[in-house]
Nanobody, 119 residues
Framework: QVQLVESGGGLVQTGGSLRLSCAASGSIFSISTMGWYRQAPGKQRELVASITSGGSTDYGDSVKGRFTISRDNAKNTVYLQMNSLKPEDTAVYYC?????????????WGQGTQVTVSS
């Protein structure tokens, strides 16, 4: 079984920084795109950032210039460095990864980690 385990969420003041991590474990043959999504209360889940196995990145418009996604392929881990945080960044952040375990190639989700930015 494949698992995604997130860490690094918490409470921070406006303008502060947080770093999220997400490690994939289990029967993994290969991982293509990894990414972060977020969902605020009463809103739809939205893309925050994604990164391919080759390092190409994509960001949601609201986080461009403030957030940076990176990954360590040897550790099957993706990171999200969040700077200049705003109250509107408050949400549950979910890790996502497209993983091939030799039987099936599909998307996996982490359990989510809460990020709260106080004003």
């Amino acid at each position: 079984q494949v698992q995604l385990v997130e860490s690094g969420g918490g409470l921070v003041q406006t303008g502060g920084s947080l770093r999220l991590s997400c490690a994939a474990s289990g029967s993994i043959f290969s991982i293509s795109t990894m990414g972060w999504y977020r969902q605020a209360p009463g809103k739809q889940r939205e893309l925050v950032a994604s990164i391919t196995s080759g390092g190409s990145t994509d960001y949601g418009d609201s986080v461009k210039g403030r957030f940076t996604i990176s990954r360590d392929n040897a550790k099957n881990t993706v990171y999200l460095q969040m700077n200049s945080l705003k109250p509107e960044d408050t949400a549950v952040y979910y890790c996502n990864a497209r993983i091939d375990d030799r039987l099936i190639d599909r998307n996996y989700w982490g359990q989510g980690t809460q990020v709260t930015v106080s004003s």
